[in-house]
């Protein structure tokens, strides 16, 4: 056995969930952002049948708003962050070829600087030294949200991401995958190439391909002729079948507007919890048909669809607000 990065289906001990906390990052959406990320904290934590949560707050006066929006037993922690991207953010857990835990800290710049806010350069050690777990630190530029795993070694990314110059520029494909195979365990990577439209973060993955069983990975198709991703969809499908890999087809929610502008809102920014798969979704035409079509790849766990256009306008969707720690 040697080093891993669990799949996300894999038996989780926790999780930590990003609650918003600035409202000045937020601005109008801030309330609604707030409930919508209580209620994932709910369906996830499902009444304590389903996995413990920890929600990372940044100050006294919001942790008081989380506690009265999430159900007992949902931990509400006080950490000063800057935003609630924790999948990005916080710490990354691997299993050692000894069967034990350890997690890997990540440089971290603000999505190349874009979206530079205080508490986010240190939030990923300060979430690790509560753990008491032994923590590496990689001292190179790296998010969470960049890849996805399906637990064999297999990752999937996007060029326009990790081999984006406002993050590692002396780094080429081959040394990043080297770094990822040392930090990670990762022993092959599929490259796709770009994320999608208006992505703040360069595209990360995790709204465009997702791992829903070894070797088989969700993709969006378009459905509408003015789908903004559709050729990206297109390419990403190619690109896994040439890698190899069994692509389960995904219901795009199509061309989305915010204030006249696209927004990458996704289906594939779901987290898969112990009890539940919570799908974000926007009161459009296929949020039902994305419930139906990663029902079959988790059985025994509840598919929860939840409102997720606030968090959205904030850059991200579920899975961006969380990082599980997998169970020992």
Known sequence: MTLHMPAEWALHEWVWIGFPSNPAEWHAPFADAQRQIAAFANAIHAGGAGEPVRLI???????????????????????????????????????????????????????????????????????????GLPTATAPWIFEGGAVDTDGTGLFVTTEQCLLNPNRNPAL??????????????????????????????????????????????????????????????????????????????????????????????????????????VVPVYGAANDDAALDALHPFFPGRALVGLRSDAILSGGGSFHCTSQQMPAA
């Open 57 to 131: 707050v940044g100050d006294a006066a919001n942790a008081d708003i989380a506690r009265a929006l999430v159900e007992p037993g949902v931990d509400v922690i006080v950490e000063p962050i800057g935003d609630v991207w924790l999948r990005d953010t916080g710490p990354i857990c691997v299993i050692r070829p000894d069967g034990s835990r350890a997690l890997v800290d990540f440089g971290f710049n603000g999505w190349g600087g874009k979206y530079v806010m205080a508490g986010d350069e240190d939030i990923g050690a300060r979430l690790a030294a509560g753990t």
């Open 172 to 277: 080429d494909r081959g040394q990043i995958e080297t770094l990822l195979a040392g930090s990670l365990g990762l022993s092959d990577m599929l490259w796709l190439g770009e994320g999608l439209v208006n992505d703040h973060t360069d595209g990360h993955v995790d709204n465009l391909a997702r791992f829903v069983a070894p070797g088989v990975i969700a993709i969006p198709q378009a459905t509408t002729d003015d789908d903004p991703h559709a050729a990206i969809y297109a390419d990403a499908t190619a690109r896994a079948k040439a890698h190899g890999l069994t692509v389960a087809p995904m219901p795009s929610p199509g061309r989305m507007l915010m204030d006249g502008e696209v927004v990458p809102a996704s289906y594939m920014n779901f987290y898969i919890g112990n009890a539940a798969v």
